[in-house]
């Protein structure tokens, strides 16, 4: 069975940081790209990954509104992925969800995701 769980979500102030991980299992950790998408509240998912890993080749993708702040990381001994987030602001809240896709592109769009964790909440106070 293949499963993506989130964890590391919670509420943290503004200009705080917060560490999401990600465990993967049932599937070819090397062979995926791994992202990471947020829902903001009464929003819709984003379309493209806020930060994507390939583990292919270790190739990353960070969106606009998270460069500088954000970091992707993958762990291919443990088939973990992790979110560091720093600099955390109210907009950056909302669920965050791991995904899987089984290629590789750099804007890592929703369309590629094959596979979803159940996602994990990030709740940021002004």
């Known amino acids: 069975e293949v499963q993506l769980v989130e964890s590391g979500g919670g509420l943290v102030q503004a200009g705080g940081s917060l560490r999401l991980s990600c465990a993967v299992s049932g599937l070819s950790f090397n062979d995926y790209t791994i992202g990471w998408f947020r829902q903001a509240p009464g929003k819709e998912r984003e379309r493209e990954g806020v930060s994507c890993i390939s583990n292919v080749d270790g190739r990353t993708k960070s969106g606009d509104s998270v460069k500088g702040r954000f970091t992707i990381s993958s762990d291919n001994a443990k088939n973990m992925v992790y979110l560091q987030m720093n600099s955390l602001k109210p907009e950056d809240t909302g669920v965050y969800y791991c995904?899987?896709?089984?290629?590789?592109?750099?804007?890592?769009?929703?369309?590629?995701?094959?596979?979803w964790g159940q996602g994990t909440r990030v709740t940021i106070s002004s």
């Open positions: 995904a899987a896709a089984a290629v590789w592109d750099r804007r890592c769009p929703i369309e590629y995701i094959g596979i």
